[in-house]
């Protein structure tokens, strides 16, 4: 199965922003349709964007449209999720996931392969 690693978080204050990577060990990445998403204290984990295997399509959370934008290497086997205009709700640990298509790593189906997080503090 694919293993991600997620890379890139830290503390930034209110308006600033990060850039995270999500690496993957596969001859196969380019067959995945990836996903990120993130869980702050006390909530449930929730979805941020997921892109197709090429990358032609993306797709986002209503919070973080406009904000956010996910893009894919495919010859570097990575993923990234550049995140401008950061806010304090934005404060979670972010994980990607791996999957055959988009509904099912919005799903977060079984199955799916995930990283171990990183974490983004957004200070006000």
């Known amino acids: 199965q694919v293993q991600l690693v997620e890379s890139g978080g830290g503390l930034v204050q209110a308006g600033g922003s990060l850039r995270l990577s999500c690496a993957a060990s596969?001859?196969?990445?380019?067959?995945?349709?990836i996903g990120w998403f993130r869980q702050a204290p006390g909530k449930q984990r929730e979805f941020v964007a997921a892109?197709?295997?090429?990358?032609?399509?993306?797709y986002y959370a209503d919070s973080t449209k406009g904000r956010f934008t996910i893009s894919r290497d495919n010859a570097k086997n990575t993923v990234y999720l550049q995140m401008n205009s950061l806010k304090p709700e934005d404060t979670a640990v972010y994980f990607c996931?791996?999957?055959?298509?988009?509904?099912?790593?919005?799903?977060?189906?079984?199955?799916?392969?995930w990283g171990q997080g990183t974490q983004v503090t957004v200070s006000s």
């Open positions: 892109i197709s295997w090429s990358g032609s399509l993306t």
């Open positions: 996931s791996a999957g055959p298509d988009i509904w099912r790593v919005r799903t977060s189906s079984v199955g799916n392969a």
């Open positions: 596969t001859r196969t990445f380019s067959g995945y349709v």
